[in-house]
């Protein structure tokens, strides 16, 4: 079996590093199922809730929206490690430990939350306000409006979304000062003080790799789903203006009786 040697004479399997790999994944895992739960419906409801959007304006909405965008922004402006260390409490009463994955995994979605959530809500500001007059004037009913407006900002979603796992990767690996185990406290603990120099780069190159198949992988989605955009550079006669996209794209969605 393949060994990294230890300038001290000690060795890491491959087996060894295989189960690092799996709870590495482990740990992004389930914090990134939990990160775009939580994610999604804060956004969603910074969006609501922020004017001449699918409500009225008015003071409860406007209210909520300030409160709840302040209390996002402030937890999504504390360094995570400073984060790590004052939801030691919480966690231990949360999870039982504070040490390990289980004690990583409540701050990794405690910090990665507010940013995706901040994303979420930039990806459906962003959608075309002419997208929200059709829909208004077609008679859409409040379903199919947020079902057109996601799927007009799917890509950008999905990008903000792949930014945000890569964050999180970076977050998990700054959560080995706690132990949490994974590729990134190979390198910190084996790697580093161990004096296995070589066992540190290769972690540090199999995360840059995770990474970058992140990115990839959410680039060429984003692309695929970039379902405003896929008539760009064809001849004008081929081109459709905001409300004949609209009308074609999303007749299928509009009851019969409200056309």
Do not use: W
Request: positive net charge; glycine residues 8%; hydrophobic residues 55%.
């Amino acid at each position: 079996m393949f060994k990294i040697v230890l300038l001290g004479g000690k060795s890491f399997s491959s087996l060894k590093k295989i189960i690092v790999v799996k709870k590495t994944l482990y740990i992004v895992g389930i914090a990134s199922f939990f990160v775009i739960i939580i994610g999604l419906i804060i956004g969603f409801v910074l969006y609501i809730t922020d004017a001449n959007t699918l409500f009225k304006e008015n003071l409860f909405f406007k209210i909520a929206h300030r409160c709840l965008a302040f209390i996002n922004d402030v937890f999504r402006s504390i360094p995570f490690i400073i984060l790590l260390i004052i939801l030691i409490p919480f966690t231990r009463l949360l999870v039982g430990t504070m040490l390990g994955p289980k004690g990583a995994i409540p701050a990794l979605v405690i910090s990665a939350s507010p940013f995706f959530a901040r994303v979420v809500y930039n990806s459906l500001k962003a959608v075309n306000k002419d997208t929200l007059e059709v829909l208004g004037a077609m008679g859409a009913s409040l379903p199919i409006k947020v079902k057109v407006i996601f799927k007009e900002a799917l890509s950008s979603l999905v990008a903000g979304l792949t930014l945000t796992l890569v964050t999180l990767v970076g977050f998990m690996s700054a959560a080995a000062v706690i132990g949490a185990g994974g590729l990134a406290f190979l390198a910190f603990e084996y790697g580093k003080f161990g004096n296995n120099y070589p066992l540190m780069y290769l972690s540090v190159t199999t995360i840059l790799l995770m990474v970058l198949i992140i990115q990839i992988s959410g680039d060429y989605f984003a692309k695929k789903l970039d379902f405003t955009n896929k008539n760009k550079g064809e001849k004008n006669e081929k081109n459709l203006n905001t409300y004949n996209f609209i009308i074609n794209y999303y007749t299928s969605f509009m009851p019969t009786k409200q056309l």
